[in-house]
């Protein structure tokens, strides 16, 4: 007997150890995250081997904690939806092993659940919540996260989603590039959310960025049914794909021609005290300069992101945008695209700001879908690095 669609989910495929419980694809019931900042922090970055450790000591208390807090037994679960990539092999390895040995212990279903279809799916559970209105098709999402900028149209194939890969960055992701320039500047990890609070106390027109113009060849790409007949030709798609990597090489050009290294080196230093620094004080050691560069930087990654997001939202004729993954926490991105969207007639979505970083409910969401049409994985289900979505 069902549960009314009750589903485990389980998240390790970075630094965050996360279990959620949802009913349904819509009702939160309980979600609990451990999060790896503190360990990795002193590295200016994820370290995998540390990942998986950290994961293998949490995965268990968080799952525990997830179920005492809904008041719920394992028995009352309807299914376990568990991350199976993309992101660092052994951090995955680490919940996929353990779901695959819950799944067996208990008798129920696993669902395999790709980490960036649980990005759009946090935005989908919270409207489901919000609005009971049907949402509008052609639906866009862009996932913008560390390891992600990815455009994809998404819709509805019975129970299940479908996706499509519509733009892509081709290098560095948009948090990459925060991350990477925070680093640069000496101001610790992750580099987004720090930024995101300082850029206020600067000036976004201080310094101008240019954004390579990326040529956006039309490839052939398969129908959205996915049925190519014979001698059918396949419809051309225009992509719009995204590039990182100039950017912090600006930043690093500005850095060298305006002498900044040895202020920086300082406030590394200073920096250093601190577990978690406030925003006084990181404002204690940013110059003016330093707090110009970093708004002009801000400003400058959304508003690419947006021109090129809603490119494709024309090109589409897309009613609904969805915006999800860490960088959709981003108040300059979140201010830039919920001015413009309107103006080209698309509703934009964005997920509350717990639900954008990485959690373990946008993978239970993503997993009622499949449990409804029964698609469910093998107990030889495995870990993939770089799963693709569609
Ligand atoms: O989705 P997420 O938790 O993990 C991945 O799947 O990558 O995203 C983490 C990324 C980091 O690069 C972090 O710096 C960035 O999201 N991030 C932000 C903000 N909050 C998190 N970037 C810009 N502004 C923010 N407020
Ligand atoms: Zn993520």
């Excluded at 995998?48 to 009352?76: D, I, Q």
């Excluded at 990459?176 to 600067?202: N, Q, T």
Aim: with cysteine; proline share 4%.
């Amino acid at each position: 007997m069902s549960n009314g669609g009750l589903i485990l989910g389980i998240e390790s495929s970075c630094d965050e150890t996360a279990a959620a419980i949802v009913r349904g694809g819509r009702e939160l019931v309980s979600s609990v995250v451990a999060s790896q900042i503190a360990t990795h922090s002193p590295y200016g970055g994820v370290v995998p081997e540390l990942a998986s450790r950290e994961h293998l000591r949490n995965v268990l208390p968080v799952t525990r904690a997830a179920l005492a807090r809904a008041g719920l037994s394992y028995a009352e679960l309807d299914a376990i939806a568990v991350t199976s990539g993309p992101g660092l092999a052994g951090a995955l390895l680490t919940g996929l092993s353990f779901a695959k040995a819950l799944a067996w212990a208990l008798g129920k279903p696993l669902i395999a659940v790709n980490h960036i279809e649980g990005h759009i799916h946090a935005v989908l559970l919270e409207q489901r919540q919000k609005s009971a209105d049907a949402m509008e098709f052609p639906v866009l999402a862009l996932v913008v996260s560390g390891g992600h900028t990815h455009l994809f149209l998404a819709w509805q194939q019975g129970e299940l989603w479908r996706y499509e890969n519509v733009g892509h960055t081709r290098d560095d992701a948009a948090g990459e590039a925060f991350d990477k320039v925070a680093k640069l500047l000496g101001l610790g990890y992750p580099g987004g959310p720090i930024i995101d609070r300082l850029a206020k106390h600067g000036d976004p027109r201080a310094v101008s960025f240019t954004f390579a113009q990326l040529k956006h060849q039309a490839r052939h790409e398969p129908k959205r049914s996915g049925i190519i007949r014979e001698g059918e030709h396949q419809p051309e798609r225009r992509r719009f794909d995204f590039s990182y990597s100039g950017i912090k090489t600006a930043v690093l050009r500005y850095v060298e021609l305006n002498g900044m290294f040895e202020q920086i080196a300082e406030r590394r230093r200073a920096l250093l005290k601190f577990e978690k620094p406030t925003t006084e004080d990181l404002l204690r050691h940013c110059d003016r300069r330093t707090l110009d560069l970093i708004s002009s930087f801000q400003a400058a990654m959304a508003g690419d992101l947006t021109r090129r997001t809603l490119a494709a939202c024309e090109e589409f004729g897309v009613r609904t945008l969805l915006v999800s993954g860490g960088v959709a926490a981003n108040s300059a991105l979140r201010a830039s695209l919920e001015a413009k969207a309107p103006q080209s007639g698309v509703a934009v979505h964005f997920p509350s700001l717990a639900m954008s970083t990485d959690n373990a409910a946008m993978i239970a969401a993503a997993g009622y879908s499949k449990w409804m049409a029964g698609e469910f994985a093998g107990l030889e289900l495995t870990a993939e690095a770089n799963l693709q979505l569609r």
